[in-house]
């Protein structure tokens, strides 16, 4: 279903640029007295898209993902974003006078003010509409930023444990709403082979215990698992969320070879 719902969505952007924006009147973006913009009340950005003419000319911070490819002309661009990608929702239209790079599936954060709404008709003769915003601000953004922002962090510069030069260090964990993150570096500095059982790695936190979670959507850096001699490897390995307080990360992993013995790395963090 969801597949068929962004394909119509694709489809409905022709109709918006070709119909235009409903209403004559050139909407201006609002200042006040000492020239900044007045935004919406972020209480009331769900109105946004039921009673948008209540709030044209009002300044918007919007994150989400683009869903068509975008419209280019030599100095501007237009787009199709959903503003809860998770949902496939809340979609609106975005015009930006300045041609950036940009395609389908980007993460992108804005600031612009509301201009009206842009009606068409859908492959199906009905009627549709969508909140367009003035971007006068627009940027590239990533998964995390936009699905799973940071709410709190942590780094580290002495959570290193060393086995036979097997050398596993956390530097940073960062907790969202969705998920935990934790940024783990792998230095095999042990003459032999060294394999890392990322799969199998677990927080502990009271009586609890949560296990690693790949999230193929956020395209995080991979920590490999099987290091040659010499080679050393960053990534960030996923949990679900969990509170934001200490807790124990533990991995393990071996050696191929058989002379060292490689226990359980465990981290207090």
Known sequence: MRKKVILLLAILVVAFVATGCGGSTTVKPIYDKSGKPVYVVESDYEKIFTDTDSYKGKFVKLTGKIFTDPEKGDKYMGFQMYTDP????????????????????????????????????????GSVSAPVVIATELKKSDYKNVMAPTLKEKTYTDKTINQSGCILTVTKVEFAEKETRVYVTADNQSGSDFSIYTYSSKIVQGSKQYDQQSNYDADYPELQSDLKNGVKSEGILTFPAVEEGSFKLIMDGSSSNWDIDINEYTFDL
Do not use: P
């Open 86 to 125: 998770e949902k496939y929702e809340k979609d609106i239209v975005v015009y930006y006078n300045e041609n950036i790079s940009l395609k389908s599936d980007d993460y992108v954060e804005l600031i612009g003010y509301v201009y009206g709404t842009m009606d068409g008709t859908n492959a199906f003769g």
